[in-house]
């Protein structure tokens, strides 16, 4: 397997080194952007979808000090990597990290304060029913939020896509209509040269 096949689910000595890639460089400039467009209360209960290496869940903890922070990836590598980079989080109860898939998220429902996507949604399956079980472990008013290294367009992004198996762009307008057809409101878009977030809330019944 190629190390760019490992972005979709690291596996094996090509996984490990591209999970430690995933903690850097551009990822990293990436998450502290995207975390600068929201608003996390310090005893916030969040889950980093598709975790990766775990440098967002790091992040997502110095964010909410008196919170709980999960991650959930349904790569071993990723997990082991996750565990590893938060392990005294991890060992205060502060944190789990969890092998899992979130197009079946094993979670009970109205849980979280906010859920984050951080460079993952490419990879997930049949996005609005995936949609719909994030915003089923959400509790009411809480926020869903994904962050993308592309807008949906940008030359880089394209040429990957055609590379990496399973691998699909969105851009803003096409993730406000899922997010909506899902039962989100309140979808709000940044951009940032070819980069892009997305929050939307999870409205009352």
């Given at each position: 397997?190629?190390?760019?096949?490992?972005?979709?689910?690291?596996?094996?000595?090509?996984?490990?080194?591209?999970?430690?890639?995933?903690n850097?460089?551009?990822?990293?400039?990436?998450?502290?952007?995207?975390?600068?467009?929201?608003?996390?209360?310090?005893?916030?209960?969040?889950?980093?979808?598709?975790?990766?290496?775990?440098?967002?869940?790091?992040?997502?903890?110095?964010?909410?000090?008196?919170?709980?922070?999960?991650?959930?990836?349904?790569?071993?590598?990723?997990?082991a990597?996750?565990?590893?980079?938060?392990?005294?989080?991890?060992?205060?109860?502060?944190?789990?990290?969890?092998?899992?898939?979130?197009?079946?998220?094993?979670?009970?429902?109205?849980?979280?304060?906010?859920?984050?996507?951080f460079?993952?949604?490419?990879?997930?399956?049949?996005?609005?029913?995936?949609?719909?079980?994030?915003?089923?472990?959400?509790?009411?008013?809480?926020?869903?939020?994904i962050?993308?290294?592309?807008?949906?367009?940008?030359?880089?992004?394209?040429?990957?896509?055609?590379?990496?198996?399973?691998m699909?762009?969105?851009?803003?307008?096409?993730?406000?209509?899922?997010?909506?057809?899902?039962?989100?409101?309140?979808?709000?878009?940044?951009?940032?040269?070819?980069?892009?977030?997305?929050?939307?809330?999870?409205?009352?019944?």
């Amino acid at each position: 397997m190629s190390i760019l096949q490992n972005t979709r689910k690291p596996v094996g000595l090509g996984g490990k080194l591209m999970v430690k890639r995933m903690n850097s460089g551009s990822h990293a400039k990436l998450a502290e952007w995207g975390l600068r467009q929201l608003s996390i209360a310090p005893e916030a209960h969040i889950l980093d979808a598709g975790c990766g290496g775990g440098a967002n869940v790091a992040r997502l903890l110095q964010r909410a000090p008196q919170g709980h922070v999960t991650g959930l990836d349904y790569s071993e590598v990723s997990v082991a990597e996750s565990r590893e980079v938060n392990q005294e989080a991890v060992a205060a109860g502060r944190c789990e990290i969890v092998q899992g898939d979130i197009s079946r998220p094993p979670f009970r429902a109205g849980i979280f304060d906010l859920v984050t996507a951080f460079e993952t949604i490419y990879f997930w399956p049949d996005l609005e029913k995936t949609f719909r079980g994030v915003r089923e472990i959400l509790k009411t008013g809480g926020t869903f939020f994904i962050c993308n290294e592309s807008n949906g367009h940008d030359e880089a992004a394209v040429k990957y896509s055609r590379i990496i198996d399973g691998m699909k762009l969105y851009d803003a307008q096409q993730l406000t209509d899922l997010l909506q057809k899902a039962g989100f409101r309140d979808v709000q878009t940044h951009e940032q040269d070819i980069w892009l977030c997305v929050k939307a809330v999870k409205a009352a019944e």
